[in-house]
């Protein structure tokens, strides 16, 4: 039987539906933010990168760079659309 690197299907809690899965970023996920219209989500995580998808397609916009480390948080203002991510500061 050959193997596959497709991981093992996961099992959602119940009344709980997967709508997108998003390819093209292999690494752990911390954070995600929709924009206020909801057609843009954000994602940070182990990568040190932010990823920006269309939320509708998953298809992946942009990456953006510039974090060392891990990207413990990303965020949208409400009102005004502005983007922000955090993470650790120590090298």
Do not use: C
């Not at 219209?37 to 953006?64: D, Y």
């Not at 955090?86 to 090298?91: E, F, I, M, Q």
Request: glycine share 16%; net charge positive; no cysteine.
């Amino acid at each position: 039987m050959a193997k596959t690197n497709k991981p093992a299907p996961r099992v959602l809690p119940p009344g709980v539906k997967l709508f997108r899965t998003l390819e093209g970023d292999q690494s752990i996920a911390y954070s995600l933010a929709f924009d206020p219209g909801g057609g843009m989500l954000a994602s940070g995580g182990l990568g040190g990168t932010v990823k920006l998808w269309e939320a509708r397609s998953g298809k992946l916009l942009r990456t953006l760079e510039g974090h060392r480390r891990t990207v413990w948080g990303v965020a949208f203002d409400l009102q005004s659309g502005a983007f922000a991510s955090g993470g650790p500061t120590a090298l």
